[in-house]
């Protein structure tokens, strides 16, 4: 199970706070608030320090939308690794 927390919010940059486990049921709900957030801001940011496993229909999510305003940050040194080798960080 996914939560999402937002933390700041500015025309200039969003910041929500990813924790859990990005399974394939949420997916959808993080595509919806990626769009709904990239509405609000130039930058979405999503700290990925709580997340603790990505499913590849998450990976292949947060490729989608790697070069559209979309950064991650933080994470364990398994989630970093992770994103890494799929040029997510």
């Known amino acids: 199970m996914l939560r999402m ?3 700041s919010q500015s025309p200039e940059e969003t ?3 990813l ?3 990005l399974e394939k049921a949420d997916v959808e709900v993080l595509a919806a608030e ?3 957030q990239r509405q609000q801001s130039r930058l979405l940011v999503l700290e990925a320090d709580g997340l603790k496993e990505i499913v590849p229909d998450g990976l292949a ?3 989608c ?3 559209k305003g979309l950064e991650l940050r933080g994470g364990s040194q398994y989630i970093q690794a992770l994103l890494k080798r799929h040029g997510l960080m």
Do not use: F, N, Y
Request: glycine fraction near 6%; proline fraction near 0%.
């Open 61 to 63: 999510l947060l490729e």
């Open 19 to 21: 924790e859990g486990w």
């Open 5 to 7: 927390t937002l933390l």
């Open 34 to 36: 990626i769009v709904h």
């Open 15 to 17: 910041v929500v706070r």
């Open 65 to 67: 939308w790697s070069d």
